[in-house]
């Protein structure tokens, strides 16, 4: 299985609104990403899990708040967004801390904040 | 500081022409690591090939393939007898081993269309 998957695919939100997006895979890979990304510009990072644990927060507001429950699972959860948080948010995962590695990525969430 | 400059942002072709799709970057490394990556339209992005700073040499896979020059910087990336299937943004990345090697460095992408 070389795949990553994200759920949902859409997600509209409004600003009051609580969700939270979820990734996956089962490569065995111990180092987990979450990019922004807005049309016609490339991916953004926004955090990094290094063997379930926070090694870089790429000073993204707090009403993004990441979660890796385990070595398979990387949630993004969002409260009181705003609409320029409207964007392709991608989930990726790497076997290793090592810069040899690529990434893999999963299809993305398309997230609408009214 | 890394950087990786894709020059060209939107490049538009018909079927079966060859394009050539540019990739400049920027590090103080000896050591790095240089990747390309395809996004069609459903956004996904695909991994196509990795170099590393040691290994100069070209390579060719299939109707692709890749040019890598230190003494210029460049790691470019071409495609013969384009198909429409390959209409995707285009993203050229640099991956450091010191300092920040989880981080990949984008360029700005490369939007190509090829039309029938």
């Known amino acids: 299985d070389t795949e990553v998957t994200q759920t949902p695919k859409h997600l509209v939100m409004g600003m009051t609104n609580k969700k939270s997006l979820k990734c996956e895979q089962h490569?065995?890979?111990?180092?987990m990403y979450w990019y922004k990304q807005k049309a016609k510009k490339p991916p953004e990072l926004m955090f990094v899990y290094s063997y379930e644990k926070l090694s870089i927060n790429e000073s993204v507001p707090s009403r993004f708040s990441p979660e890796c429950p385990n070595s398979s699972l990387l949630n993004l959860h969002l409260h009181a967004l705003q609409p320029e948080d409207s964007a392709l948010y991608l989930c990726?995962?790497?076997?290793?801390?090592?810069?040899?590695?690529?990434?893999?990525f999963g299809p993305g969430t398309r997230l609408t904040v009214l | 500081a890394q950087k990786v400059t894709q020059a060209q942002t939107e490049i538009s072709v018909v079927e079966k022409e060859d394009v050539t799709l540019d990739c400049v970057y920027e590090t103080r490394d000896t050591t790095y690591y240089l990747f390309w990556y395809k996004q069609p339209p459903s956004g996904e992005l695909v991994f196509l090939i990795r170099r590393n700073s040691f290994d100069e040499q070209n390579e060719i896979s299939g109707r692709y393939s890749w040019n890598f020059q230190k003494s210029t910087s460049s790691f470019n990336f071409t495609i013969t007898a384009s198909q429409v299937v390959d209409s995707a943004v285009y993203f050229c990345?640099?991956?450091?081993?010191?300092?920040?090697?989880?981080?990949?460095?984008f360029g700005k992408g490369m939007k190509l269309t090829v039309n029938p």
């Open positions: 990726a995962s790497r076997k290793g801390r090592n810069a040899y590695n690529e990434q893999f």
């Open positions: 490569m065995g890979h111990r180092a």
């Open positions: 990345a640099l991956s450091e081993p010191q300092g920040g090697s989880e981080k990949l460095v």
